[in-house]
Structures are given as structure tokens and as C-alpha cells.
């Protein structure tokens, strides 16, 4: 009985989010349709044959979140105040976590209003930029990407990692902040 529930919940919810001409949803990719939160003017979109079980958020109007072909997430977060890239044959493990924005400014003077009954949120004072992720590359579970970060193709980041500048590409990087352990050998990118 509660998988039929679960199943007739998730119909609602894409239905619901399929009917807005910003959402593209490939018709072999499968997506958790109850854990996307859209704002009007936001953009989403997951390309053939991937996978997303985690949250998709976008934060305020106009927020895009592309994720590209044969590209499994795992139950993570994933939350755009402007623009999250992800590209084909990624992997994102369980528990990360991706932003593109600092959620609340640093100065209490502009935080305040981020509290209590507020209608909409100011992000003014929101550092905000923009983050992808290349093709090919396996972030690990419980890592951390965050704003303005771009991980190149194949590059690797290792579980409980907190990135924080460019990764480049085939690279290994782990820690908090993360840091460059090893390139990927050519035989075996």
C-alpha cells in the first residue's frame, strides 16, 4: 500500500512540474519529481537515460539547474540561485551537497531580514556564482561543492571533500578545503 501511495504522490508531482515549458525532463531519465522545489522563470533540465534521486531547489526566479546525459545522483542537494551545470556520465554520491550562492549575506545588517516572517528573500548581499561540473567526473558522498566552483572532466573529489576553487580536469583532490592529490593516469581516464 505505501509503495502505491508513493507511486501516485510522485505522479502528482510530475504532472504538476511537467505542465511549465522551463522543465525538460528527457523521458528516460528518472527523477525524484516530490523533491524539486520551482520558482517561477526557473530552469530545469536532465538529459537522456540519468538518474536523480536527491533535491533539485531552485532558490529564487530564474535559477537553472542542468544536468546532462547518463548522469546518476544520489539522494544530495542541489540548489541554484543562478546556475548549476552538471554534464553526461556524472556521478554524485549520496549526502553532497552543490550551491551556487552563500545563502545568506555575511554582515548580520543584511542577514537579519533572512529571518522570520519575510515574504521574499534579499539576496543582494548573496555572494552568488555560478558552478559546473564536467563531463565524466565522480564527485564522492558527503562532498561539498560550492559557489563558483567548476570540477573539470573526470576529475574526482573525494568523499566528506569541501571544494572550494577550480578542480582541473582528470585530478584527484581531497580534504577541506580540498587540495590536488594526484592527476589521473591517461590509461586510465
Not at 548549476?84 to 554520491?93: K, L, M, P, R, T
Request: proline residues 3%; positive net charge; aromatic residues 6%.
Amino acid at each position: 500500500m505505501r509503495k502505491l501511495i508513493l507511486r501516485i504522490l510522485q505522479y502528482w508531482a510530475q504532472k504538476k512540474l511537467l505542465r511549465h515549458p522551463e522543465i525538460k525532463i528527457h523521458s528516460t531519465a528518472k527523477v525524484n519529481f516530490r523533491a524539486v522545489r520551482y520558482r517561477a522563470g526557473s530552469r530545469f533540465e536532465v538529459g537522456d537515460g540519468s538518474i536523480v534521486e536527491g533535491s533539485l531547489v531552485a532558490e529564487r526566479a530564474g535559477a537553472s539547474i542542468v544536468i546532462g546525459r547518463n548522469t546518476s545522483i544520489g539522494n544530495s542537494l542541489i540548489a541554484s540561485a543562478t546556475q548549476i551545470e552538471i554534464g553526461d556520465d556524472v556521478f554524485i554520491s549520496w549526502g553532497c551537497t552543490i550551491f551556487d550562492h552563500d545563502s545568506h549575506a555575511l554582515g548580520w545588517k543584511h542577514r537579519q531580514q533572512d529571518i522570520g516572517g519575510h515574504d521574499e528573500k534579499d539576496w543582494t548581499h548573496v555572494a552568488i556564482e555560478p558552478v559546473q561540473i564536467g563531463n565524466k567526473s565522480w564527485i564522492g558522498i558527503n562532498a561539498i561543492i560550492l559557489k563558483g566552483v567548476q570540477v573539470g572532466e573526470g576529475a574526482v573529489v573525494a568523499a566528506g571533500s569541501v571544494v572550494t576553487k577550480r578542480v582541473p580536469p582528470w585530478t584527484i583532490v581531497a580534504g577541506n578545503p580540498a587540495k590536488a592529490i594526484r592527476e589521473i593516469p591517461l590509461e586510465e581516464r
